[in-house]
């Protein structure tokens, strides 16, 4: 799996836990949907930066540790 791929599921997991901290604070608690709307608008200054700059640091720190999707695009395949 490369890094792109495994960024864009971390977000997605993301929002998940933000919607269910909406939900939770739609029921009466007061706190979680403060924090939701706290990291709903730390995902969006992101997501906002990364759009603009192309810089993201989750993203750098991904590809250290896993190969970027173009490099394994690149990399010839083992048929054998």
């Excluded at 864009?8 to 007061?30: C, D, H, P, Y």
């Excluded at 720190?61 to 695009?73: D, G, T, Y």
Aim: proline letters at 4%.
């Amino acid at each position: 799996m490369c890094a792109e791929k495994i960024q864009r599921l971390i977000q997605a997991s993301i929002l998940g836990f933000v919607l269910g901290l909406a939900g939770m604070g739609m029921a009466g608690n007061k706190l979680m949907l403060q924090a939701a709307f706290l990291l709903q608008f730390g995902m969006m200054v992101m997501l906002v930066i990364a759009g603009l700059t192309g810089w993201c640091p989750g993203l750098i720190v991904l590809k250290k540790i896993f190969p970027s999707c173009e490099a394994m695009k690149n990399t010839p395949k083992d048929n054998n």
